[in-house]
């Protein structure tokens, strides 16, 4: 249902329940308010009239036919109340003398001859008309007598219920009348103001479907003093806002594309390959830009490998990976030295990289003797696998994470590579891979993973590997680290 129509009906409810309930209590309150006041002047009727026919017949000693005569005056003096709904009336003597008992008085309209009563009627009650039993008449009775005898007299009037009730009636349909133009005048006035109100919210509402567009451009007019006008102009604003904002986005975007090709940059376009050894390698960035380093020259005698993961993510961690390498390149010269390589590196970076540290593997492999030595700064250990036989190990050795103590010592340790043997370097990205339930992807994973893939070579190796993590992942499959594998197989 659209806003004007609840509006609409809201106010016709508003209506309803306020005017409503008020006028029903008010007719209700005149109406027994009227009765009441009915039921007096009927009882004080009747007894005027009771007392006047009782002394015209004292009057006229008792003769009941002069009574009778002289009565009519009396009649004429209710000729007035006729218009109240005065509908019959009669006044009948009352004796233990049968001849005279029930003789009738007076009466109006018509003489009735006699009447004999049983009993005495109650003073008032409401029953069929005498004159007419298809209407109700309020009859109200009194009886009159000497003081301490029997009533020698009773009178009864009876009113048209139905003109005692019709100005309540005709209250009722004025007011009626009154609540329906009413209903008409506020569901003009409803309408009225529902269109003041919902259109703003029409074009309110195209504005948004405008953003929702993508079109920024666009303004919303309403020249209104009132809250409406404030919501167009905050709308306005935001759009203003929104559009530099997107457009600072975009530039942001520019500038870490830019720092993701210099990043690219800082890895090797190709990695060394020949009959005897084979490198691979995989880097996926959580963001543009990550942490996470890898890197393999050629120097005498063997090749300097290099894999490392900074503190945290973006923009300043890849800084940091540019300083390593850049510290790397220059001292080539302890390439077969990874303890002094380490060394080194974390000598050249305490203090310059603020409150974060790296992790790293350094390592030499030298082809002719078939050994890698390698250091470990707080490094996740380096595995190998057997591609024959399956057999997996790990390996580590003493050292601290680099950037975080400026005398930090490193360790260094030698592993003997046979043919179709495989070690992978990876960063902490790959082992704390995340799935939807928070379950690491783990040592277990990575086991199974190199002990399925004997049979491939290294790049693919690395291809599966990534598969495998983001399968792990299964709503939403993407990384929530930095993440690289760098492999190195012997033939």
Same mark, same amino acid.
């Given at each position: 249902?659209?806003?004007?129509?609840?509006?609409?009906?809201?106010?016709?409810?508003?209506?309803?329940?306020?005017?409503?309930?008020?006028?029903?209590?008010?007719?209700?309150?005149?109406?027994?308010?009227?009765?009441?006041?009915?039921?007096?002047? $009927?009882?004080?009727?009747?007894?005027?009239?009771?007392?006047?026919?009782?002394?015209?017949?004292? !009057?006229?000693?008792?003769?009941?036919?002069?009574?009778?005569?002289?009565?009519?005056?009396?009649?004429?003096?209710?000729?007035?109340?006729?218009?109240?709904?005065?509908?019959?009336?009669?006044?009948?003597?009352?004796?233990?003398?049968?001849?005279?008992?029930?003789?009738?008085?007076?009466?109006?309209?018509?003489? &009735?001859?006699?009447?004999? *009563?049983?009993?005495?009627?109650?003073?008032?009650? &409401?029953?069929?008309?005498?004159?007419?039993?298809?209407?109700?008449?309020? #009859?109200?009775? !009194?009886?009159?007598?000497? @003081? $301490?005898?029997?009533?020698?007299?009773?009178?009864?009037?009876?009113?048209?219920?139905?003109?005692?009730?019709?100005?309540?009636?005709?209250?009722?349909?004025?007011?009626? #009348?009154?609540?329906?133009?009413?209903?008409?005048?506020?569901?003009?006035?409803?309408?009225?103001?529902? *269109?003041?109100?919902?259109?703003?919210?029409?074009?309110?509402?195209?504005?948004?479907?405008?953003?929702?567009?993508?079109?920024?451009? %666009?303004?919303?007019?309403?020249?209104?003093?009132?809250?409406?006008?404030?919501?167009?102009?905050?709308?306005?604003?935001?759009?203003?806002?929104?559009?530099?904002?997107?457009?600072?986005?975009?530039?942001?975007?520019?500038?870490?594309?830019?720092?993701?090709?210099?990043?690219?940059? %800082?890895?090797?376009?190709?990695?060394?390959?020949?009959?005897?050894?084979?490198?691979?390698?995989?880097?996926?960035?959580?963001?543009?830009?990550?942490?996470?380093?890898?890197?393999?020259?050629?120097?005498?005698?063997?090749?300097?490998?290099?894999?490392?993961?900074?503190?945290?993510?973006?923009?300043?961690?890849?800084?940091?990976?540019?300083?390593?390498?850049?510290? #790397?390149?220059?001292?080539?010269?302890?390439?077969?030295?990874?303890?002094?390589?380490?060394?080194?590196?974390?000598?050249?970076?305490?203090?310059?990289?603020?409150?974060?540290?790296?992790?790293?593997?350094?390592?030499?492999?030298?082809?002719?003797?078939?050994?890698?030595?390698?250091?470990?700064?707080?490094?996740?250990?380096?595995?190998?696998?057997?591609?024959?036989?399956?057999?997996?190990?790990?390996?580590?050795?003493?050292?601290?994470?680099?950037?975080?103590?400026?005398?930090?010592?490193?360790?260094?340790?030698?592993?003997?590579?046979?043919? @179709?043997?495989?070690?992978?370097?990876? !960063?902490?990205?790959?082992?704390?891979?995340?799935?939807?339930?928070?379950?690491?992807?783990?040592?277990?994973?990575?086991?199974?993973?190199?002990?399925?893939?004997?049979?491939?070579?290294?790049?693919?190796?690395?291809?599966?590997?990534?598969?495998?993590?983001?399968?792990?992942?299964? &709503?939403?499959? #993407?990384?929530?680290?930095?993440?690289?594998?760098?492999?190195?197989?012997?033939?």
């Amino acid at each position: 249902m659209r806003v004007r129509n609840k509006l609409i009906i809201a106010l016709l409810c508003v209506i309803s329940v306020s005017i409503i309930p008020i006028s029903i209590y008010s007719v209700s309150r005149f109406e027994a308010s009227s009765i009441s006041k009915a039921q007096q002047e $009927g009882k004080a009727q009747a007894l005027f009239f009771a007392r006047s026919i009782f002394n015209l017949l004292l !009057t006229n000693g008792g003769n009941l036919v002069s009574t009778q005569v002289d009565s009519r005056e009396i009649l004429k003096i209710f000729e007035g109340q006729k218009a109240q709904g005065l509908h019959f009336m009669k006044a009948v003597f009352l004796s233990r003398d049968e001849s005279r008992n029930g003789f009738i008085l007076a009466s109006w309209p018509s003489i &009735i001859e006699k009447e004999v *009563f049983s009993k005495i009627p109650p003073e008032y009650t &409401i029953q069929a008309c005498a004159l007419n039993i298809n209407n109700r008449c309020m #009859v109200f009775s !009194t009886s009159v007598g000497l @003081k $301490g005898e029997a009533p020698n007299l009773l009178v009864s009037l009876e009113y048209s219920e139905a003109a005692i009730l019709a100005p309540i009636q005709e209250l009722k349909q004025n007011l009626a #009348v009154a609540i329906s133009v009413a209903f008409v005048i506020v569901f003009i006035l409803a309408i009225f103001f529902s *269109f003041q109100m919902t259109r703003p919210l029409k074009i309110l509402k195209q504005g948004t479907r405008e953003l929702a567009k993508g079109n920024l451009d %666009f303004a919303v007019t309403l020249n209104r003093r009132d809250e409406f006008g404030e919501l167009a102009s905050s709308f306005n604003s935001m759009l203003s806002s929104l559009k530099q904002h997107i457009e600072e986005l975009k530039e942001k975007d520019r500038e870490l594309n830019a720092a993701q090709t210099i990043q690219r940059a %800082f890895l090797p376009e190709s990695l060394p390959q020949n009959t005897s050894f084979g490198f691979a390698a995989h880097f996926t960035p959580m963001a543009q830009v990550g942490g996470d380093l890898y890197d393999v020259f050629e120097v005498k005698d063997g090749y300097g490998i290099f894999i490392a993961d900074v503190s945290g993510h973006g923009v300043p961690a890849a800084l940091i990976t540019g300083m390593a390498k850049m510290a #790397v390149a220059v001292r080539h010269d302890l390439a077969n030295s990874p303890a002094q390589m380490a060394a080194y590196l974390n000598a050249t970076l305490y203090g310059h990289i603020g409150n974060r540290f790296l992790t790293l593997i350094y390592a030499f492999f030298s082809p002719a003797q078939k050994k890698l030595t390698f250091a470990n700064g707080g490094h996740p250990d380096l595995w190998t696998i057997n591609r024959e036989t399956g057999e997996i190990n790990t390996y580590n050795c003493q050292g601290g994470m680099v950037g975080v103590f400026a005398d930090q010592k490193y360790a260094e340790r030698t592993i003997e590579l046979n043919p @179709k043997d495989r070690v992978v370097f990876l !960063t902490d990205g790959v082992l704390e891979h995340e799935n939807d339930r928070g379950e690491m992807y783990g040592k277990e994973s990575l086991r199974l993973l190199l002990q399925k893939t004997t049979l491939l070579d290294a790049q693919n190796v690395c291809v599966k590997l990534f598969d495998d993590m983001l399968k792990f992942r299964t &709503i939403q499959p #993407v990384l929530n680290d930095d993440a690289t594998i760098l492999v190195l197989d012997a033939h």
